[in-house]
């Protein structure tokens, strides 16, 4: 059973800095994905960023420029560095790990809360 745990949200400025972290129970470098998704109040999950178990990355437009994926393989980590924060990213972040053989498999971890104050 793939546990991820993830910490790191809280309440910052706009303009201010935050880096969401995720613990996997598991070796990421299994998982074919990690990635971090948010979800609003009253909105749907979306997808915000991911990185390759070979180490290519992937953005929403909103975050681009903004927003840093990276993991530590060794930690069983990801880590989600967000800068130049503005309210519309206040969210609930969820780490998410796929795995695409033998079937797709998504997992989940309980989410932590970022709210941007403006």
């Known amino acids: 059973q793939v546990q991820l745990v993830e910490s790191g949200g809280g309440l910052v400025q706009a303009g201010g800095s935050l880096r969401l972290s995720c613990a996997a129970s598991?070796?990421?470098?299994?998982?074919?994905?990690m990635g971090w998704y948010r979800q609003a109040p009253g909105k749907l999950r979306e997808f915000v960023a991911v990185?390759?178990?070979?180490?290519?990355?992937n953005y929403a437009d909103p975050v681009k420029g903004r927003f840093t994926i990276s993991k530590d393989n060794a930690k069983n980590t990801v880590y989600l560095r967000m800068n130049s924060l503005k309210p519309e990213d206040s969210a609930e972040y969820y780490c998410n790990a796929r795995e695409f053989y033998p079937t797709r498999k998504d997992y989940w971890g309980q989410g932590t809360q970022v709210t941007v104050s403006s």
């Open positions: 598991v070796s990421i470098f299994r998982m074919n994905e």
């Open positions: 990185i390759t178990n070979g180490d290519s990355t």
